[in-house]
């Protein structure tokens, strides 16, 4: 087969896919590694879920491959040194979930600052309801400045909130800072100042623990959390000792591990820890974005003639990658499926 979906497409760039090559959907194949060994042996294009793992041993066994497709961005689950090897071309729909996990971000800090709103529609009396408060004029400390959070800042500004913010990649003197309106503080200064920290750190194993019992010392009480970064940033012994001490008053993580808070571990049953399984790129604006971007991707490296072709009739200005085609075409939530069909985006 051409190509082979392990994660699924929306229909209709699955089925503009299928007009050009065969296509074979099976999403059973993620959780039954021999025989997704055996299905990619002759697969030109495959497009897995995050949790599959693309090594050395997988691409052995996968000759013919020319392209490794993810729907989402993670950075520990391809060996990129052996794709490039190989001259394979790894595909990550980067910018599809941005605005979707800035919107999960704000919608986490709402929910945790009003929390009193979940009571009472559980049917609990007004004097049982906790007392609520207003984003505006509180403190916001974004930890790290992902593309979420250039997203982020605008909508928290836009409500009155003080943004301070701090990343190890990023120079407090680079221009960024000023154009996004936030603040650039230390890290113990964002945690000591804030009365809510947004967390969008890109995870790479250095900083696996990276948040620690040391760094959460400086935590002002009371503190809110909510963050679509990797579990695996945080000392689990640390993170629950501030859930219960009052440092940190409630957590709210996107896409943890199962066993991040397993039976067993520190954070089993820690009642102001919530997690999610990934909701904050779960959206139908996401999904057609990271649909048509994959789909568009795997074509132009199956077939970069035509896309040449395909590129100099278009209707659409020619772009490349997502970002760029979110720019041209304005709010790309606003884009039709067939718009993004009939998109055209020339190869790198």
């Known amino acids: 087969m051409d190509v082979l979906l392990v994660e699924p497409l929306v229909s209709d760039a699955l089925l503009w896919l299928q007009e050009r090559y065969e296509v074979s959907y099976q999403p059973e194949l993620a959780d039954d590694p021999i025989a997704l060994r055996n299905a990619s042996y002759k697969t030109r294009a495959i497009v897995l879920p995050p949790h599959v793992i693309v090594s050395q041993q997988f691409l052995d066994f996968s000759p013919c491959l020319q392209v490794v497709a993810r729907m989402q961005i ?24 941005v605005r979707s996990n800035a919107e999960y971000i704000l919608y986490g800090l709402l929910m945790l600052y009003r929390r009193g709103m979940v009571s009472a529609l559980l049917g609990r009396k007004i004097s049982q309801v906790r007392m609520g408060r207003e984003l505006a004029g509180s403190t916001v400390g974004l930890l790290g400045l992902a593309p979420v959070a250039h997203t982020l800042a605008p909508m928290l500004k836009g409500l009155g909130v003080r943004l301070l913010g701090y990343d190890p990649a990023v120079h407090h003197a680079a221009p960024l800072w000023q154009r996004l309106g936030v603040e650039p503080v230390t890290v113990q200064q964002l945690l000591a100042r804030s009365d809510a920290v947004s967390l969008q750190v890109v995870y790479a194993s250095r900083f696996k623990g990276w948040i620690n019992e040391r760094l959460l010392n400086h935590c002002k009480p009371g503190q809110l959390w909510v963050g679509v970064s990797r579990g695996a940033l945080f000392d689990p012994e ?26 067993g571990t520190p954070l089993y049953g820690i009642p102001n820890l919530h997690l999610t399984p990934r909701l904050g790129s779960h959206t139908r604006e996401a999904k057609l974005r990271a649909s048509w971007y994959v789909a568009h991707r795997i074509h ?23 970002e760029g085609a979110d720019s041209q075409l304005g709010d790309p939530q606003a884009v039709t499926p067939s718009q993004w069909g009939n998109l055209r985006l020339h190869a790198r």
């Open 74 to 97: 993670s950075s520990d689950n391809t060996d990129v040194e052996a794709c490039q090897r190989r001259g394979i071309r790894l595909v990550q729909a980067r910018s599809a979930t």
């Open 238 to 263: 640390a993170l629950a000792l501030a859930l219960t001490d009052g440092r940190i008053d409630a957590c709210l993580l996107d896409g943890a591990s199962p066993q991040f808070a397993a039976e």
């Open 300 to 322: 132009e490296t199956l077939s970069p003639a035509s896309v040449q072709s395909e590129a100099r009739v278009s209707d659409f200005p020619v772009s490349d990658g997502l």
